[in-house]
């Protein structure tokens, strides 16, 4: 007879105390231990290497204390050991010796030691390590010494973080030989040398950052294979030399590019137009000298430009006027001079620009969501200004004087000598506006990869008949949503015009293309092909083509007033189960299953697209975001830049808190989602004031009240199958049980404090076995509530 296995999930409660310290002893089965996301404390229990077949081991999240036993490389089979975010190790030189024996374990494929207190250095061991390894984070400790230098043995290593210790000598030149490698975190240490060109060799690389260490010599050119870099994160380093033009012609540079803080010198190079998808760019603090590039005016997404503290000289370029979505941009302390240009305070959504410690002269700009209000601008330290709103408190723009002189050219000589040459000005204002125009239509790269069909104005236009309001299924903040079908193959579409007069509805545009050109899933809607052009008055013109859902969103057949629909357009128990499981596998593949996670960042009823068959959709990614790495510099520059991301009710408390996008942010929101699902109550409605909310409401009547809050309209049929017809009725006493375990999984999923929250992965598997004991499918299983 075989020997038992087990299969503990305890992740993400509130456990508290001790683990038990023969937990090896009396479970030596034990296969799989996953305890993330308590509060659990004491030593950590050393009898685990009795449990000889474990495979998955996870303890992160809690207050584990101690050493890490260091024969844990007898547990010969384990695939994941996560120690992650506890304070283990005594910050020590041997704290790390337990490594040496995980050479053994030569399935290991992820290894996370986060956040604790482990010191001493980084065994050469670690280059011996599995060669199954992917993922292996040490961020976060006390580890001196250096990396090793057979790191490069790691070949399927897609995800390395050292970052935030106390590594110091260089980097090995072995770090090329990690060819699957997608994000390098070194930063805030102490690594001197040069950055080596090795790393050139890493063609898969998203993310290279090495902020806050002692780097020399140059920026390597060879730097230009990575052609899948997203972010470069070089700042506060001792970089020498000119910035290299080939590093400004990779397209794919869309988050981020920091030198801040080096020795840089030379022109910023006009090829940094090239970065139209460009979200940052930081070349501060550094000896840039000449003019600022007109090709700035290229990046219609940047939002932030930091440049200050250079000897950047001449005026600063009209082309920057075309920067719509820049909301900080700091040219301090350089050599700038000229007026300050009236445009700028057209920009829609700078929150500060910083023009102080420069040789700008003559009157200060008064008009404009800028320059009205003194604490979103400085212009400190330019002696020569004049004007402005009264609280910079500037001396008044003297007048022009009355002319002295009186000419002897004769009178009538003027008009004779005017008038053609106003005539000529009107020519080539017109010739350079056509030229303009045309270059803006024909040079602008496509936005979605060259294998997406193409549609022009014209094409959409005839599609939706004009754009007819009899066309019109939707209207949001950013775009409004209009059936169409295709003259060329009577294909049913859905059109997303762009209101483009609107903030922020460009980076929308921008930001929901590089996602939905990157995600393929059954449960996420579908993108056909985007369109950018100009409309019949020469208007700019953005749409998003999408495969049509007959039936519309969910967020419709919820709270649909319309008293013909109330029948029609209702679900039964059955069919709210199935689209909640299809949503939960959407975000588990967004999470987890894409090369960079996704984070939604806006899930609720209105953006969940139901096909004809039911299947739900999610759709709307115009505010969603890659998720690099919570702690990495790059990612909380973005997260900072964010704000509160989503829609009041369905948002998670902490982003109101300032804190950075996350997973558990798209947990809450699906939360939020099944509980309105299952009650009919929409979060932010008239009942839900102070600080009751929608959790609150069903927490006071779970688990004995439930069918007192669920949706009064939702019928208990279940699906046919062999022992019943689809119009027979389901047990009350069963369905309440059902939808007694479906409102715990939504309380769990938007608990107020993150860690609290449960994982996307347990709540599909968790909704697909009540689905199954709801139907009759399979093995009778008990439901209970604790």
Known sequence: MSRPFFYISLAVNKLHGNLPPNLGLVLPSLETFLVGGNKLSGPFPVSITNASRLVRFDIAYNSLTGPVPLNLGILGHLDTLNFGQNQLGNTIPNDLSFLNSLVNCTGLRLLQLTNNGFGGVLPDSVANLSKRLTFFRADDNYITGSIPQEI???????????????????????????????????????????????????????????????????????????????????????????????????????????????????????????????????????????????????????????????????????????????????????????????????????????????????????????????SAFSIVGNTKLCGGIQALKLPACPKEAPGTRRSNFPLRMVPLIILPVVLLLACLSITLYRLRRSKQQTSSPPVLPVHYPRFTYSDLFQATDGFSSTNLI?????????????????????????????????????????????????????????????????????????????????????????????????????????????????????????????????????????????????????????????????????????????????????????????????????????????TGKEPPGSMFVDNFSLRNYVETAFPDRVMEIVDPRMRWKGKENSKQTKEDEVDITKAELCLASILKIGIRCCAELPRERMNVRDAAVELQRIRKVFLGIGRKQVVTFH
């Open 152 to 374: 490069g043995n790691l070949a399927r290593l897609e995800y390395l973080a050292f970052h935030d210790n106390m590594l110091g000598s260089s980097i090995p030149q072995s770090i090329g030989k990690l060819s699957n490698l997608q994000g390098l975190y070194l930063y805030t240490n102490s690594i001197s040398g040069e950055i080596p060109s090795s790393i050139s060799n890493i063609t898969q690389l998203s993310i290279l950052a090495l902020a806050e260490n002692m780097l020399e010599g140059s920026i390597p050119i060879a730097l230009v294979n990575c052609t899948k870099l997203q972010g470069l994160d070089l700042q506060l380093n001792h970089l020498t030399g000119v910035i290299p033009e080939q590093i400004f012609k990779l397209p794919s540079l869309n988050i981020a590019i920091f030198l801040n803080g080096n020795h840089l010198s030379g022109q910023l190079s006009s090829q940094v137009g090239n970065l139209i998808n460009l979200g940052k760019l930081g070349v501060s603090e550094n000896k840039l000298s000449g003019e600022i590039p007109a090709a700035l005016g290229d990046c219609p997404v940047l939002e932030f430009l930091y440049m200050q503290n250079n000897l950047f000289e001449g005026t600063i370029p009209s082309s920057l006027q075309w920067l719509k979505g820049i909301q900080v941009m700091d040219l301090s302390q350089n050599n700038l001079s000229g007026h300050i240009p009236q445009f700028l305070g057209t920009l829609p959504l700078v929150r500060f620009l910083n023009l102080s410690h420069n040789r700008f002269e003559g009157e200060v700009p008064t008009e404009g969501v800028v320059f009205s209000n003194v």
């Open 474 to 678: 939707g209207d949001g903040r950013y775009g409004s949503v209009y059936k169409g079908v295709l003259d060329s193959s009577g294909q049913t579409i859905a059109v997303k015009v762009l209101k483009l007069q609107e903030h922020g509805a460009n980076q929308s545009f921008m930001t929901e293309c590089n996602a939905l050109g990157k995600l393929r899933h059954r449960n996420i809607v579908k993108i056909i092909t985007s369109c950018s052009s100009t409309d019949l008055q020469r208007n700019d013109f953005k749409a998003l083509v999408f495969d049509f859902m007959p039936n519309g969103s969910l967020d419709s057949w919820l709270h649909t007033t319309r008293v013909e629909e109330q029948d029609s357009r209702n679900l039964n128990l059955v069919q709210r189960l199935n689209i909640a499981i299809d949503v939960a596998t959407a975000l588990e593949y967004l999470h987890y299953h894409c090369d960079i996670p996704v984070i939604h960042c806006d899930l609720k009823p209105s953006n969940i697209l139901l096909d004809g068959q039911l299947c739900a959709h999610v759709g709307d990614f115009g505010i969603a975001r890659f998720l690099l790495a919570s702690t990495d510099s790059l990612s909380r520059t973005q997260s900072n830049s964010i704000g509160i991301r989503g829609t009041v009710g369905y948002v998670a408390p902490e982003y109101g808190m300032g804190e950075g996008v996350s997973t558990q942010g798209d947990i809450y929101s699906y939360g939020i989602f099944l509980l309105e699902t299952f």
